[in-house]
């Protein structure tokens, strides 16, 4: 069986995101941000890959802001020690569903502020 990988079904799959700033630390949001850079979780191999052509390349074109791909994969743990250390790196990635839904329960994530785009 074949399965076309297309945006509508990328962003099905990714179907939670945490923003820039999204991790819950003063500290935390400082640490990982950088003027003009923005440091994403991608994924790796293939995926990874595909997420870079679709996302990054284009977001880089029309913004003139560098994504620095990080194709490690990021577990719910490493985020949670991330913020609870104050030592956040990353500042987009993408979660499931489930797990989004447990890491803001948990007081993690940050909700976006989308006044910040207008």
Known sequence: MKYEINRR??????????????LSSIAGRVAAQTPNQINVVLGGGDWGK???EAYAKPFEAET??????????MGMGQV????KSGNVTV??????????????KKGILEEI???LFR
Not at 64 to 72: A, F, S
């Open 50 to 52: 595909a997420n870079i």
């Open 91 to 104: 500042d987009v990635g993408a979660l499931t569903q489930g797990s989004g839904l447990v890491a803001a």
């Open 9 to 22: 079904r990328l962003l099905q799959a990714t179907s939670t995101a945490m923003a820039a700033g999204a």
């Open 64 to 73: 003139g802001i560098k994504v620095n791909p990080i194709t490690d994969d």
């Open 113 to 115: 502020g989308y006044s």
């Open 80 to 83: 949670e020690l991330m913020v």
